[in-house]
């Protein structure tokens, strides 16, 4: 007699398909395992990442409560979506039941766990990721509907950063944080070996392949999906042997864009156009403290920040740089010169030339930024004149830096100048502002200038912690850990030689950083 099993409703939708029993093993399915085939997911919601605490009336169910993922169904597909019986909610990533169309449309992106983690990343995540709320909510909008284009390679990335973001809170399983990592790396490679083998096809008519919209679209694509696994990798906290190929490998493809057809659009051109800009912030930040040259050259990205600071109608901290752009490109400078020094590319006297003028141009810098507004309250989230304490940090911080890189006494009066000033822009920004997210570079030099048991000392740890506990960033708590394991823990040598910097200990930390390789990512 044939015997019958009976599928369970609550079966992942691997074994559903097939039509067989599921073990119903959280995260995945074991029976998928034991066949060798990769587990789609559940379709019901999962206790182990969000809990049931409400149910609401689907009459009741407003706007403002769905999803974005679920308003952007409604809007593409209004006759089969309906509105759903229940909210979930458990410390603050919400979940809305699945529409029976998004396992039609999306068949890779069936999970409530991606609905959850998706609406998480854009109402949450979004929040700490740029100094100026004000002006991306376009780009958020752009971003969300990039991410669920037909085809899209965004998707893949911006779930690994909100499974990351949470799983650092301890908020879902470690497992389910790689595994998300693991499939938005894949998708890019893969991605990317296909336009690799595309354009060995077609190397003969290379001109043709440039001029190809279906190309342009599909470099832009990777260009924003590359930038999401830099981003992944930020939050997760990975040092800089990670976070530095990847940043050359978005360059190139950036190069590769511009060299097909720069002034070239597309719906999404918004997305894209910010994106190459978060780039071109990363490859300047990264330059300092380890000193190395710029890898993504000004002419790829510079532009952008001015065609949109002329698209405004009054002047605004930009979304990225919010008021340091300019400052951050002499940061860049800094950090090429400061490596040239150390590697004996240059002379003595070409250095303290170069040094100068970098100084004067930062001085300049500082003197070209906007007045303040009145009345200030920081409090209430004056982006503006903190965007312009922020810029000031930047500026004293990268000259302090430069000072730092020959100037090794510790008492120096010139130095402690600029230290004092510095200290007090820093202050200047208050924790509850969304610019502290651009802040860790003044943070990293301010440390540096600490001495142990002072004041400054402990406000430079209790400033990073807050910061930590505020964005959740783990590339933060990196930061503290490399100044309390490396920096601080520097002590004079006095049987150094000739007073060399090992003799000066923790006020010789620029040479330290480059002969100890101390790279920390600061951005």
């Given at each position: 007699m044939t015997q019958y099993f009976r599928r369970s409703r609550t079966g992942c939708l691997t074994c559903k398909s097939a039509r067989i029993k599921c073990n119903e093993e959280k995260p995945f399915c074991g029976n998928c395992a034991e066949r060798g085939l990769k587990c789609q997911g559940y379709s019901k919601r999962l206790k182990w990442i969000v809990q049931e605490v409400n149910a609401c009336?689907?009459?009741?169910?407003?706007?403002?409560?769905?999803?974005?993922?679920?308003?952007?169904?409604?809007?593409?597909?209004?006759?089969?979506?309906?509105?759903?019986?229940?909210?979930?909610?458990?410390?603050?990533?919400?979940?809305?039941?699945?529409?029976?169309?998004?396992?039609?449309?999306?068949?890779?992106f069936v999970s409530t766990n991606d609905i959850a983690l998706f609406d998480y990343w854009a109402k949450s995540l979004f929040q700490v990721s740029f100094p100026n709320p004000s002006q991306y909510s376009d780009y958020q909008q752009s971003t969300r509907s990039m991410a669920l284009a037909k085809d899209s390679l965004l998707i893949w990335p911006?779930?690994?950063?909100?499974?990351?973001?949470?799983?650092?809170?301890?908020?879902?399983?470690?497992?389910e944080m790689l595994w998300r990592k693991q499939k938005a790396i894949h998708t890019v490679k893969h991605a990317l070996a296909c336009v690799s083998q595309k354009q060995s096809h077609i190397h003969s008519d290379r001109s043709a392949m440039r001029r190809s919209v279906?190309?342009?679209?599909?470099?832009?694509?990777?260009?924003?999906?590359?930038l999401h696994i830099i981003g992944t990798e930020l939050v997760h906290g990975s040092d800089m042997d990670t976070i530095l190929p990847l940043t050359r490998g978005a360059a190139y493809l950036v190069k590769e864009r511009w060299a097909s057809n720069?002034?070239?659009?597309?719906?999404?051109d918004i997305v894209v156009r910010q994106d190459i800009k978060l780039l071109g912030w990363h490859n300047l930040i990264l330059?300092?403290?380890?000193?190395?040259?710029?890898?993504?050259?000004?002419?790829?990205?510079?532009?952008?920040?001015?065609?949109?600071?002329?698209?405004?109608?009054?002047?605004?901290?930009?979304?990225?740089?919010?008021?340091?752009?300019?400052?951050?490109?002499?940061?860049?400078e800094c950090g090429g010169l400061v490596g040239s020094w150390y590697r004996q590319q240059i002379t003595p006297e070409e250095f303290v030339e170069r040094r100068g003028r970098l100084m004067q141009q930062i001085s300049v810098a500082c003197l070209n930024l906007p007045p303040p507004r009145l009345p200030s309250d920081q409090r209430n989230g004056d982006v503006y004149n903190t965007s312009i304490y922020a810029a000031l940090s930047h500026a004293l911080a990268s000259q302090i830096y430069l000072a730092r890189a020959t100037e090794f006494q510790s008492n120096s009066p010139a130095i402690g100048f600029l230290v004092g000033q510095l200290e007090e822009a820093v202050q200047s920004v208050?924790?509850?502002?969304?610019?502290?997210?651009?802040?860790?570079?003044?943070?990293?030099?301010?440390?540096?200038?600490?001495?142990?048991?002072?004041?400054?000392?402990?406000?430079?740890?209790?400033?990073?912690?807050?910061?930590?506990?505020?964005?959740?960033?783990?590339?933060?708590?990196?930061?503290?850990?490399?100044?309390?394991?490396?920096?601080?823990?520097?002590?004079?040598?006095?049987?150094?030689?000739?007073?060399?910097w090992q003799y000066y200990g923790q006020s010789a930390w620029v040479r330290a950083c480059f002969e100890e390789r101390i790279q920390p990512v600061l951005v």
């Amino acid at each position: 007699m044939t015997q019958y099993f009976r599928r369970s409703r609550t079966g992942c939708l691997t074994c559903k398909s097939a039509r067989i029993k599921c073990n119903e093993e959280k995260p995945f399915c074991g029976n998928c395992a034991e066949r060798g085939l990769k587990c789609q997911g559940y379709s019901k919601r999962l206790k182990w990442i969000v809990q049931e605490v409400n149910a609401c009336r689907p009459e009741a169910l407003s706007h403002e409560g769905t999803t974005l993922l679920e308003t952007h169904l409604v809007q593409q597909n209004p006759p089969h979506v309906t509105k759903g019986t229940r909210c979930l909610q458990k410390d603050g990533l919400t979940a809305l039941p699945m529409a029976d169309m998004l396992l039609n449309t999306q068949p890779d992106f069936v999970s409530t766990n991606d609905i959850a983690l998706f609406d998480y990343w854009a109402k949450s995540l979004f929040q700490v990721s740029f100094p100026n709320p004000s002006q991306y909510s376009d780009y958020q909008q752009s971003t969300r509907s990039m991410a669920l284009a037909k085809d899209s390679l965004l998707i893949w990335p911006l779930l690994a950063s909100a499974s990351v973001h949470l799983a650092m809170a301890g908020r879902i399983p470690e497992k389910e944080m790689l595994w998300r990592k693991q499939k938005a790396i894949h998708t890019v490679k893969h991605a990317l070996a296909c336009v690799s083998q595309k354009q060995s096809h077609i190397h003969s008519d290379r001109s043709a392949m440039r001029r190809s919209v279906s190309s342009m679209e599909t470099m832009n694509m990777l260009v924003c999906a590359s930038l999401h696994i830099i981003g992944t990798e930020l939050v997760h906290g990975s040092d800089m042997d990670t976070i530095l190929p990847l940043t050359r490998g978005a360059a190139y493809l950036v190069k590769e864009r511009w060299a097909s057809n720069p002034s070239s659009k597309d719906p999404f051109d918004i997305v894209v156009r910010q994106d190459i800009k978060l780039l071109g912030w990363h490859n300047l930040i990264l330059c300092v403290p380890y000193p190395r040259e710029p890898v993504l050259e000004t002419q790829y990205w510079y532009h952008l920040f001015e065609e949109h600071a002329k698209e405004v109608s009054a002047v605004e901290p930009d979304a990225v740089f919010g008021f340091a752009a300019h400052i951050t490109i002499l940061t860049g400078e800094c950090g090429g010169l400061v490596g040239s020094w150390y590697r004996q590319q240059i002379t003595p006297e070409e250095f303290v030339e170069r040094r100068g003028r970098l100084m004067q141009q930062i001085s300049v810098a500082c003197l070209n930024l906007p007045p303040p507004r009145l009345p200030s309250d920081q409090r209430n989230g004056d982006v503006y004149n903190t965007s312009i304490y922020a810029a000031l940090s930047h500026a004293l911080a990268s000259q302090i830096y430069l000072a730092r890189a020959t100037e090794f006494q510790s008492n120096s009066p010139a130095i402690g100048f600029l230290v004092g000033q510095l200290e007090e822009a820093v202050q200047s920004v208050h924790l509850a502002s969304p610019v502290v997210t651009i802040m860790l570079w003044p943070m990293w030099v301010l440390g540096c200038e600490s001495e142990p048991a002072s004041q400054r000392r402990w406000s430079v740890v209790s400033r990073l912690q807050e910061m930590l506990k505020k964005n959740g960033i783990m590339n933060i708590k990196t930061c503290l850990e490399t100044l309390s394991d490396k920096i601080w823990s520097l002590q004079k040598d006095d049987s150094a030689k000739d007073h060399k910097w090992q003799y000066y200990g923790q006020s010789a930390w620029v040479r330290a950083c480059f002969e100890e390789r101390i790279q920390p990512v600061l951005v």
